[in-house]
């Protein structure tokens, strides 16, 4: 079925601003720094230009655009990332030691695939297509954070300890609000919509399949802090000795821990010039902890957020419960990649719930797993999200390096329950209302 022209040329529009936010993210970058990949999770940040443009060569290109040349034949299983029903892929560690193809080569590739997708989107082209092309845009968009979160692990890692970006914007005088705790009881008898169902005929109304399908769950009256957990709280919970307590610690994290050493979050050392006793890295380089100890905590795994709440007396949010918060409370905007900041932000002291969009993702207490009566894609596309639920956690709301339009209240992320690299953070919760 063909689309009318105006929806081609919207989806057009995206696509050329979310494919240049990438490259506008990468500019400050050497083509050295796109080499490096500094931890298990990261890809280096080569690959991310190259894997994006692979995705819309082969979902939509390949299927779609009549008379379409591939750029190069070995590209179609050389950025394979993990679709195995396509064929063979590298294996991930491998990815750094690509010297080669070059730089340059790379950016020959995305522009030829760019030229390919505007001259689809500017021709007769179907809705199926057009639906992969609204896909592949928030599969960019989930890479250009994962860009952020790598090249911070890679410069971390660098005994330079380079900076990202020079333009000291994060917030260092601002003074987090009390705590407080926001009510939420559902209508009896407390069954709530969650998920999303997109309708067929809304091509732009996009989804991942984890989120679908709608289905109803009962949900009790629960209460919800108000703020994110802060740097400042955190170290409270360190000073008593947390991270050698067994009894505040699940015991997968607590191997985990012991084994990794942690005594911190990610990217905290120790430092005696600094009053608090600590230095904290981020994309602007290393900070001391007494300026940013108002902001939210972040790069925990979910073992310590899940420690952090048992100590506090709390526990973390389901899933369901901070979904319905974000759609009933109508919560502000938060901190995203577009603000600039790259760090998480000092809360306001606004009304009701704050931070549940942008700052950091929060980890809840849910498993990742299939909605009643999920199905996944047809096809390769069938391995984006279903293949990965075992042994991951979801989190919720998007951190400070999301880009904005990415996320919306039913989005599900998740990671295994030791991972650390990601701006990863934590509200605290509790049963019943006031």
Request: aromatic share 14%.
């Amino acid at each position: 079925m063909l689309t009318e022209p105006t929806l081609a040329q919207s989806i057009r529009e995206r696509f050329i601003a979310v494919r240049g936010a990438t490259m506008r993210f990468m500019a400050p970058l050497t083509a050295e720094d796109m080499m490096v990949q500094s931890c298990a999770e990261a890809s280096p940040l080569k690959w991310h230009i190259a894997h994006t443009t692979w995705f819309f060569e082969t979902f939509v290109l390949s299927e779609f655009a009549e008379n379409y040349q591939e750029f190069h034949p070995d590209f179609r299983w050389l950025f394979n990332s993990y679709y195995k029903s396509l064929g063979d892929m590298p294996e991930k560690k491998l990815r750094a030691s690509f010297s080669r193809p070059p730089l340059d080569q790379i950016l020959e590739y995305r522009g030829h695939v760019d030229a390919a997708i505007n001259n689809l989107l500017t021709s007769s082209v179907n809705e199926e297509a057009l639906r992969r092309i609204v896909l592949g845009l928030q599969h960019e968009q989930q890479h250009l954070e994962l860009a952020a979160t790598d090249i911070k692990h890679a410069f971390f890692t660098n005994p330079l300890h380079p900076a990202y970006t020079e333009r000291d914007l994060i917030t260092t005088e601002a003074i987090a609000p009390p705590l407080e705790w926001i009510t939420f009881s559902p209508p009896a008898p407390g069954v709530v919509e969650f998920g999303v169902t997109p309708r067929a005929e809304e091509v732009e109304e996009f989804a991942f399949d984890n989120e679908t399908p709608a289905h109803k769950r009962f949900l009790a009256p629960y209460r919800l802090a108000s703020r994110l957990v802060t740097c400042s709280e955190y170290l409270a919970f360190m000073d008593d000795d947390a991270y050698r307590r067994p009894e505040l610690w699940l015991s997968e994290g607590w191997d985990r821990m012991r084994e990794e050493g942690w005594e911190a979050p990610l990217y905290w050392r120790r430092d005696t010039s600094a009053s608090s006793g600590w230095t904290v890295f981020t994309l602007e380089g290393w900070r001391p902890l007494e300026t940013l100890s108002e902001t939210p905590v972040c790069h925990l795994s979910f073992f310590e957020a899940d420690a952090f709440a048992r100590w506090s007396g709390h526990r973390l949010p389901t899933e369901f419960e901070w979904e319905y918060a974000a759609v009933v409370a109508n919560p502000a905007e938060g901190n995203w990649l577009e603000d600039g900041i790259l760090h998480p932000a000092v809360a306001q002291g606004g009304v009701g719930v704050e931070q549940l969009y942008g700052d950091v993702w929060e980890w809840t207490q849910s498993p990742y797993s299939g909605y009643p009566g999920y199905a996944p894609l047809p096809g390769a596309l069938g391995e984006y999200n279903g293949k990965f639920m075992s042994s991951q956690m979801v989190l919720r709301g998007g951190s400070c390096v999301t880009p904005e339009a990415h996320i919306r209240a039913t989005y599900r992320n998740f990671f295994a329950p030791g991972t650390r690299w990601q701006f990863s953070g934590l509200r605290l919760a509790r049963d019943g209302a006031e």
